[in-house]
């Protein structure tokens, strides 16, 4: 009996630290995160690589702005983008009138092609726009989340016909199409390139293709989903009007919002959401993830409950404890230009979150021509966010330059004085400059480039940006990937005919190369990744001003000099810099010495030395 009492006593103190253990495992961050650098994809604008699965009128079917031209056609990849094609020129409508219901084809095998480009960049993780099934070119309006889009595979129709033989709300039913499959594919080719793969879940609302969504339109009260979204009326048969009335995500009918309680989703769509979670995070079920993608973006995660995202963290981290959750926590107030203070979605629901306010201190940094911060308001802005967030959770934030929301980096730094998002495109701002940036730009996103890659967090790159492409806001910073392989048109045209300047769209193979470089310098020192920060101004008046990132006994001195004159530097600080030490530029490799605390070099305009 003694040996019983104990051999229990035993198992019960193994059990209390295993629940420890876990609790502990749910709240940290994934370790590969700290040292990840992000590439995010927009498949559809990616790479064509079979164009037997483009897309075609039936695929469109229920999506903005609901018609198709009788001689619509497939877009040219490497055309013109602001140039209407004949049949759009047919419609009457501008280029933004046509622009949603352009299709150019990217898909999954497009991404698989180009995976070895992404490994020579120096990518270690990938993050796709939505992939679901869905109408639009963007699919944040899901007609079903079980599935991979069928345009993105290899047999559109094939797929459509396994589609037929399911029950949509009955997992045992669901089968695996060939678009399924070949996204499976591209996760074992990514894991065995030692990179990792996240994709976005749209969980707030779907489109009105959404299989329960359509239930409800048919059935109306007598849907077994109605509970699964927020119904304000229904249509009364005996009328002419139609009455049917429900909740869109910010107002808007294409997107019917899912219904919350105070425990998150209503239970219809939240235990939907938990059977997605498992069939793409473990695909054949074995409790082995490794067949799975390794994390979410999660949309519009403030518009969700707070208890939602802590099970949805719970059911994620339960199928892979290494999993990463990053969320588009970004807006509080976009009419006053506030963004959120994410604190309150760390630690038991997010990782991470897209990090739109690093975006906007490198803007008013570097960019800015007006209403300039300078060095201390930049630190000032970054020892804000270290403030708000805990340390590990700084160490995997998406520091991203551009995103699929925004415009692009390039064109954020040919219109320097617009507020960041704000009326960033020629449609909302007819003074929005649509040209390629000049040599003195493309130095500018050089230091940004450069800052980005030396500072705590994970950097991010928008497809695309490394290649020199440039863009206003949605749809403007959608355009289809520019490859080196390809030859593409001038563009010459204006949206709405005003005169610009010819630009050549080529790969910038040049601007490629600092990114690849600055990866690599990253990568191979990992103080840029884990160590701590702290800054130092030389010259306020000239923006000059730099830091030290530092590891146990492993440092790193960057020095910026944000000026477009050349700075002769003759500084001195005791208490960061060693004495008498030979250093080199990693960028360069030239070389440099501290000589009794002294650092003297040459600062070219917009120079950044990474120091070692």
Not at 225 to 237: C, H, S
Not at 342 to 353: C, N
Not at 551 to 575: C, G, K, Q, R, T
Request: hydrophobic share 35%; with cysteine; net charge negative.
């Amino acid at each position: 009996m003694k040996k019983l009492i104990l051999l229990l006593i035993a198992i019960l103190f193994i059990s209390c630290n295993n629940e420890t253990k876990q609790t502990i495992e749910l709240e940290d961050v994934p370790d590969w995160a700290k040292e990840a650098v992000w590439y995010q994809i927009f498949p559809e604008r990616f790479h064509n690589a079979d164009p037997s699965n483009d897309p075609q009128p039936i695929d469109m079917a229920g999506a903005w702005p609901y018609f198709v031209p009788d001689d619509w056609q497939v877009h040219p990849w490497t055309s013109d983008w602001y140039k209407l094609q004949p049949w759009e020129e047919a419609t009457g409508r501008d280029f933004y009138g046509n622009a949603n219901i352009r299709r150019y084809g990217g898909d999954l095998q497009g991404v698989i092609d180009k995976l070895d480009y992404l490994k020579d960049l120096g990518i270690t993780a990938i993050y796709l726009n939505p992939i679901f099934e869905a109408p639009s070119l963007h699919k944040y309006d899901a007609s079903m989340y079980h599935h991979i889009d069928n345009n993105f595979g290899p047999n559109p129709e094939k797929d459509r016909e396994i589609w037929a033989t399911e029950d949509p709300n009955d997992p045992s039913t669901w089968k695996w199409t060939s678009a399924d499959s070949l996204f499976l594919k591209l996760i074992e080719e990514v894991h065995n390139r030692d990179m990792k793969i996240i994709i976005d879940g749209v969980f707030n609302h779907t489109g009105t293709e959404f299989w329960a969504f359509k239930d409800i339109v048919e059935n109306q009260e007598n849907s077994k989903y109605v509970d699964w979204y927020t119904i304000k009326t229904f249509n009364d048969p005996n009328t002419e009007e139609n009455e049917f009335d429900y909740e869109g995500w910010l107002g808007i009918k294409d997107l019917p919002e899912f219904r919350e309680d105070e425990y998150g989703l209503v239970s219809g769509p939240s235990e939907h959401v938990h059977a997605i979670v498992k069939r793409w995070m473990d695909p054949n079920g074995d409790g082995d993830p490794s067949d799975g993608i390794d994390g979410w973006r999660l949309d519009v995660a403030e518009m969700v409950s707070h208890n939602f995202w802590r099970t949805f963290r719970k059911w994620v981290r339960d199928i892979n404890p290494e999993a990463y959750l990053t969320g588009e926590v970004w807006w509080e107030d976009w009419q006053n230009n506030k963004m959120f203070n994410a604190s309150p979605w760390f630690g038991d629901q997010f990782d991470a979150v897209m990090n739109y306010r690093f975006t906007r201190a490198v803007k008013h940094l570097v960019f800015q021509t007006e209403e300039i911060v300078g060095p201390l308001g930049f630190i000032d802005s970054m020892k804000a966010q270290y403030a708000d967030y805990p340390k590990d959770n700084i160490y995997v934030l998406m520091n991203l330059l551009g995103s699929h929301d925004t415009e692009r980096l390039a064109s954020l730094i040919v219109n320097p004085n617009n507020w960041y998002d704000h009326y960033a495109s020629v449609k909302d701002n007819p003074d929005f400059d649509v040209r390629k940036p000049n040599a003195e730009e493309r130095a500018k996103q050089r230091l940004a480039v450069g800052i980005n890659m030396t500072m705590p967090g994970a950097p991010f790159i928008y497809y695309g940006d490394e290649a020199g492409m440039w863009g206003g806001d949605d749809p403007d910073d959608r355009k289809p990937m520019v490859w080196a392989e390809f030859e593409y048109e001038d563009e010459t045209t204006h949206p709405f005919g005003k005169e610009r300047p010819v630009d050549k769209v080529e790969f910038d193979q040049e601007l490629f190369n600092w990114y690849k470089n600055l990866i690599e310098i990253r990568k191979d020192n990992i103080v840029l990744s884990l160590g701590d920060i702290d800054f130092f101004v030389i010259d306020e008046q000239n923006e000059v001003f730099g830091y030290i990132r530092t590891l146990e006994d492993e440092s790193a001195w960057i020095v910026i000099n944000n000026n477009p004159n050349l700075f002769s530097l003759d500084y001195m600080n005791p208490e960061l810099f060693p004495m008498d030490k030979s250093v080199s530029d990693m960028i360069t490799n030239e070389g440099y010495k501290f000589d009794n605390r002294k650092l003297k070099a040459e600062l070219q305009p917009y120079q950044i030395l990474v120091l070692k």
